[in-house]
């Protein structure tokens, strides 16, 4: 459902050049877990955006399903992250005036659903997630962990088949890590959402079904176990 090849990207120019991506080749096939690791800086975020078409690669093609997404234009990756892609980051990325609810129905208001569909779609999101009862909180009456589960509810209320996670427990502690984790494989398992996780912790990449390791903006390892 992804593929890249031969993607390299550079930020900068000249002396202050720095080789982010150079050269990567890689599939990741529907229902897939795949965590994307390594030391900072090897080009684990980048590899991400550009999967995600949030930034542009330099070289190469990356294709999602049928859509050649080095081809599109911002508004075309725009509808395609829309309707297939969920994102969850390290510190939730939830907007402090917006309730639980308002937070997870964000994409769908974004994307034109009228305010009492995205509601119970937003309410239906929340339960999967195991928040059902939280709708009415703001994230700043919520712990790290209900954020994230928030945060999941968006990444998910449009169906996603796919999702995208930065470092999501990289701000939690390791039961709630855990548990977010349990909850994105329950996803997996469910609906068979494949799961792209970039982390530094070993104990997430090894829950994985494959791990990628990059350094120096190479993969130095694609496989079932860690090294
Ligand atoms: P990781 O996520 O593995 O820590 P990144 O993908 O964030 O690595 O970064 C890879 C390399 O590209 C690093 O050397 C980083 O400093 C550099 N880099 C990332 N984003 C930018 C940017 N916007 N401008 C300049 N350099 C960048
Ligand atoms: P990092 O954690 O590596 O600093 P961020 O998590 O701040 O990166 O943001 C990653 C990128 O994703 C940013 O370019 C941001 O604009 C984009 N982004 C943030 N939230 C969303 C979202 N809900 N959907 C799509 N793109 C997003």
Redesign the pocket.
Same mark, same amino acid.
């Given at each position: 459902m992804i593929r890249v090849s031969e993607v390299s990207k550079t930020y900068g120019k000249g002396e202050a050049a720095t080789r982010a991506l150079r050269d990567v080749s890689l599939t990741i096939a529907k229902g897939e877990t795949v965590a994307i690791t390594g030391p900072s800086g090897c080009g684990k975020?980048t590899l991400l =955006?550009l999967l995600a078409g949030?930034e542009e690669a330099e070289k190469g093609e990356i294709w999602a399903g049928e859509a050649l997404i080095t081809q599109l234009d911002d508004q075309e990756i725009a509808k395609i992250?829309l309707s297939r892609m969920g994102?969850v980051?390290?510190?939730y =990325?939830l907007v402090p005036v917006l309730t639980a609810w308002e937070n997870a129905a964000l994409?769908l208001i974004a994307s034109g659903v009228s305010t009492k569909e995205a509601r119970t779609r937003a309410m239906e999101a929340l339960k999967e997630v195991g928040l059902a009862d939280k709708a009415h909180r703001y994230p700043s009456q919520l712990s790290g962990g209900q954020n994230q589960r928030v945060a999941i509810a968006?990444a998910i209320i449009g169906k996603p088949s796919i999702i995208w996670a930065?470092e999501p427990t990289g701000a939690l502690d390791s039961d709630t890590a855990d548990q977010i984790i349990g909850l994105l494989e329950m996803l997996n398992r469910h609906y068979g959402t494949t799961l792209v996780i970039v982390t530094h912790d070993p104990k997430v990449a090894d829950r994985m079904s494959r791990i990628i390791r990059l350094q120096n903006g190479r993969i130095v390892h694609d496989g079932g176990a860690a090294l």
């Open positions: 975020t =955006h949030l992250r994102f980051f390290q510190t =990325h994409p968006r930065d």
